[in-house]
């Protein structure tokens, strides 16, 4: 995601000044102390009046965000899926060339309006090129 913002934060007893980067995975602050937060572990996430309040096993963290606290309350608790992150939409015709995971098939199978795998087709908006070794490629 790569959102980066300078803001307040609170985690326990502990206030600063500092920078809140959302990640792909996590949400990190540096300030005059450090937090990661694995989205993985984020039991609540809420905006309430600009500030981002994230719930998780460490404790409770606030970060005042002011109009972005919704934007990412948001992100946290709908992330995007690996197909949408690599650009893959509903109903687009896709094509997978090489060796591949029967699982990545099976749901790119329920995203895709046509798959083709093997040969791939002259009309595809995507095509995935697998490989096992860097000489394959």
Known sequence: MGNEIACNARFGKQESIGK????TNEIIFRGEFRLKI???EIKSAKAVNGELRVEFPGGKAAFVLGTQAEKWAHKLLHPKTP????GVKEGQIVSVVGPSDTSFLKQLKER????????PLKESDLLFFGAEKASEL
Do not use: P
């Open 83 to 86: 197909f949408e992150k690599v």
């Open 38 to 40: 694995a989205f993985s």
């Open 112 to 119: 895709a309006h046509r798959l083709a795998t093997g040969k």
């Open 20 to 23: 809140a980067l959302l990640e």
